[in-house]
């Protein structure tokens, strides 16, 4: 039996692509949260996309293009979709695991390809993915102590923005594509700053502040974007949500290694729900097979 290593390469690598941005995004929360006790979860989100937005401005001058009012609309709720999304995120990353949170955020996505479906087995998916959520909550578990309802709400909260950076990001995308994306962050970058302005104030000009900024946000931005703009084209549907689904855990692995924040049996068994029901609603019968269109998630 003949291997064409040609086509193995050509079907590994924008896998590969994706697999490293979705590592880097979830090294880059945990780096971000280094920062909580000098710029707090608002001042570092505020860096990140200040940061991030400079970045992306320099490689990709988006002012060579021209945008239409309408698109501008799209692109003006994307943004505010993103740095909310952010927001929200890190001050849950304050409160309860990586893992954890990024597994309740979950549930934007996963509502997004439930909604925009008719197939009455992704019921099935909905409920598996409730009942991981509620184990995660439930109170005289393994979980105890590691989760409290603000985190969770405000990782759900985090869920709603990326259901709407998702649906807004297309709409944006299809016209303007990477453009799109940046102005985007730009938006962001305008409407959180203040915020963390006023929470961390001089802190945020602090060399360290600014070097690890920096750092997360290359690690949670600039490189995924880049390496997800290059992956996505050449992936399937079906692949790019697989693999997209494997984020919680990536995301409990770097908590586990970069923070010291172990999860017990019932915690993975949970976080293993979400991943599971993401996964069924991308390869149960009628999940397309075209190129993925969703945007890349700057978390």
């Known amino acids: 039996m003949q291997?064409?290593?040609?086509?193995?390469?050509a079907r590994s690598w924008p896998v590969a692509l994706l697999l490293i941005a979705m590592s880097a995004i979830q090294s880059g929360a945990s780096l971000a949260k280094t920062l909580f006790p000098v710029a707090g979860p608002?001042?570092?989100?505020s860096v990140r996309l200040i940061l991030a937005a400079l970045v992306l401005l320099v490689l990709l001058r988006p002012?060579?293009?021209?945008?239409?009012?309408?698109a501008w609309k799209a692109i003006a709720i994307y943004g505010v979709a993103l740095g909310?999304?952010?927001?929200?995120?890190?001050?849950a990353l304050e409160r309860i695991p990586l893992g954890i949170a990024v597994a309740f955020e979950f549930t934007g996505p996963l509502?997004?390809?439930v909604i925009s479906s008719r197939r009455a087995l992704d019921l099935l998916w909905v409920a598996l993915a409730i009942g991981g959520l509620a184990v995660l909550l439930w109170p005289g578990s393994?979980?105890?102590?590691?989760v409290n309802w603000p985190g969770a709400a405000c990782a759900l909260g985090a869920g709603t923005c990326w259901a709407?950076?998702?649906l807004f990001g297309q709409k944006a995308g299809a016209?303007?594509?990477?453009?799109?994306?940046?102005?985007?962050?730009t938006i962001a970058a305008i409407v959180i700053a203040p915020i963390g302005i006023w929470e961390a104030g001089a802190a945020l000009l602090e060399p360290r502040v600014l070097a690890i900024g920096a750092g997360v946000a290359i690690l949670s931005t600039a490189l995924p974007y880049t390496l997800e703009m290059i992956a996505l084209p050449r992936l399937p549907t079906a692949t790019f949500g697989t693999l997209m689904s494997l984020e919680p855990a990536i995301g409990a692995l770097s908590g586990l290694l970069f923070l010291g924040q172990e999860l017990g049996t019932w915690q993975w068994s949970a976080i293993g729900a979400v991943m599971c029901a993401s996964i069924g609603t991308t390869l149960t019968p009628g999940a397309g097979n075209e190129p993925a269109a969703e945007p890349p998630r700057p978390d």
């Open 3 to 9: 291997f064409n290593h040609h086509a193995i390469i």
């Open 42 to 45: 608002a001042g570092t989100t």
């Open 63 to 70: 002012w060579r293009k021209s945008v239409s009012a309408d």
């Open 84 to 91: 909310a999304m952010n927001f929200l995120f890190y001050q």
């Open 111 to 113: 509502t997004v390809a």
């Open 142 to 146: 393994d979980t105890t102590g590691a």
């Open 164 to 166: 709407l950076y998702i």
């Open 175 to 185: 016209v303007h594509g990477m453009h799109s994306a940046v102005l985007g962050v």
